[in-house]
């Protein structure tokens, strides 16, 4: 059985950007590491996005920029001004080019193509098993994510950001490429938060999702039954179809950090990072791996990483509403951008504003549902 210092069971988002932080750090030069995951990460499987201010060191690998973006609902549609931010896109298969790029002057690294089976605490560590054998290590970073956990409990409601998106090119000039759409509210509801996201890359290509905050998932054939009437209400007719992505992202303010012991460390979705209001996830793990890179140089005990903050509760009471009164969704987010400071926002979102700027974003919203929510959390 093979020893390794660090051991990452799964090479997902947060896994990736840790390993690649460690070797970019040079503090870990003397640390062996191994990555498992059953995923080879050879193919364009997602698109994430986030938003920055100025450069950014993801820049060499940024597809679009933009300074702008497009909210609408079905009574109005409005552009927002981003800056001082740019919202940024990123290709899976660039990051993943890039990461293992770097790894392979990494002689500290090492990456098995295997699915793992399962992990324990041992006296010395964690034993990892895998189906190309068995590892050990004085520390785990797990980013394989067990939906039972949240699923099992009631405390904390558990919804999904499940989507399909289509990589369409169309055969004349359709679209801004100077402009994304952030949330489009015009389609049709049916009781939930469902809204279309859209990434212009040029002006007749653009990443067009359909994408519900629900409890329940759809068939595929309904999420691309609506990407097709929404291009056709566009009189966008003429098209091909040069990619599709699909995920489901939970969104959930359980207590995920709760499960991390002093040798194994959930990261990741499977550590809360995730953002939970919005399941945004690049910008928050980008964070989070680089407050654990310092972590990792004063402290041994992984139970103490996590830190709960106001946000979190913010959160929640979000997803208390959306839980309860999902069709509500759309209401909510049309009031915090139609009357809003996007850059407010952004800075709330990632987690920096002082409680005084909470309040001015939090008051742009329905506050009749936000204290109902507030009121059932205080006493339940």
Known sequence: MKHYDYIFTGAGLSALLMVYKMVQSGKFDDKSILLIDENPKKSNDRTWCFWEKGKGKWDKITTQKWQYASFANADFRCKLDLLPYEYKMVRGIDFYNKIFKRFETAINVTFVNEKVIEYHESADGVVVQS?????????????????????????????????????????????DPNVPT??????????????????????????????????????TEEYESEIKNYLKKQNIVNYEILEKEKGSIPMTAYKFWQNNTKNILNIGTSGGWTKASTGYTFRNSDKKSSQLIEFLQTESDFSKFHKKTKFWFYDLLLLDILSEKNE??????????QKGNPALIFKFLDEETT????????????????????????FP
Request: charged share 20%.
């Open 182 to 219: 952030f949330m489009d509210f015009s389609v049709e509801q049916k009781g939930n938060t469902r809204f279309m996201y859209v990434l212009p890359v040029s002006n007749t290509e653009a990443l067009i999702e359909y994408t519900l905050f629900s409890k329940d998932l759809l068939s």
């Open 131 to 175: 189906t190309a054998g068995f590892f050990s290590c004085k520390k785990l970073f797990n980013s394989i994510y067990n939906p039972e956990l949240a699923r099992k409990q009631e405390k904390y409601p558990l919804i999904q950001q499940h989507f399909i998106g289509w990589l369409v090119k169309s055969e004349t000039v359709v679209f």
């Open 328 to 337: 509500k969704g759309a209401a909510i987010f049309s009031s915090l951008f």
């Open 355 to 378: 409680f005084w700027e909470d309040l001015q974003v939090i008051w742009k919203c329905p506050k009749g549902l936000f204290i109902k929510a507030l009121l059932g959390r205080l």
